[in-house]
């Protein structure tokens, strides 16, 4: 197998969606969704469960025939080739391995379903695992491996043939958090060092956010907004988005020409409203609002009451209770030197920068 990033990125292929449309009775899976995935990119498929992440993902492994739209790998129209045939690798949330078989049986089936001589298989097998850290447990059956290591033969099992594609359905969601957040970074330095176009699923944010070149928000069938990880939270497009992204508190605003208001007071944006009127949300995220003491520095400033501190480890969060009755949170870590926490009762003063100060429409947006 070829490690060299010039030369995987060389045989990676752009994938084309085009007005995919999925239905089940009178349930719509996807809602005439189109994407195009760049030669060599990590995107994220991210939403939550009944979304239609899953389904959009069967359709590009020819799992699921859409309705109607196409689906293209490089020039190539794929919509109608059955999986066998598309050549792409898959890396299932419940692995799939052959209990009955070593790891090196597993890992090279693929290779002898395409009819590769023995001997290259051998040599094919020991290079993909040791990329994946597990040179010396070929012959291990798979009862004899950690949830960790079963990952690592299933994602050597799916880029063993060299396939230009890689397609991955939540293969870390049976693993501890603590592994979890290792598998992460291993998969996306193995996606580094192979270049292959790769497509995964997930429900978890944070996984998204840490691993992907791009995120594609996906809710009812519809993408709700892409781009990159630090756009997709920094700049959220709507409520939705706001949400379901990391953790935020959502604070009712006036729109009126352009510049947004809370109780007659203006705010400072990091940006404009999207729309110029009516009422919208200010996404307010625990990490970027401060405890006042003193002067404001120019800051959106908001007054409430202390309601309740909760101890995280890294971490404490102080819940405030807003005059209107919306409840938001700020964060501070364990080191900060920053003003100590203040008890239940006490009035305190919030500042939230204009940078980070962001306003979305109350409607979802498809």
Known sequence: MSTAAGKASAISLPISIRNVTKTYGSFTALDNVSLEIASGEFITLLGPSGSGK?????????????????VGFGDRDVSLVPPHKRDVGMVFQNYALFPHMTVAANVGYPLRLRKVAKGEIADRVQKVLELVQLGQHGGRTIDQLSGGQRQRVALARAIVFEPRILLMDEPLSALDKKLREEMQIEVRHLHQRLGMTTVYVTHDQREALTMSDRVAVIDRGCFHQIGRPRDVYERPES???????????????????????YRDRPLQLAEPPRHPSGQ???????????LLTGGDDGLNVFEGTAREVVYQGESSLLYVDLPDGVEVAIR??????GPALPGPGTPVRLGLPAGDAMVVPGERTA
């Open 54 to 70: 899953t389904t959009l993902l069967m359709v590009l492994a020819g799992f699921i025939r859409p309705d109607s739209g196409e």
């Open 239 to 261: 409520r939705f988005i706001a949400e379901f992204i990391g953790e935020s508190h959502l604070v009712a605003v006036s729109v009126q020409g352009g510049t947004a208001r």
């Open 332 to 337: 501070q870590p364990a080191t900060s030197v």
């Open 280 to 290: 919208q949300y200010l996404v307010m995220r625990p990490e970027k609002l401060r």
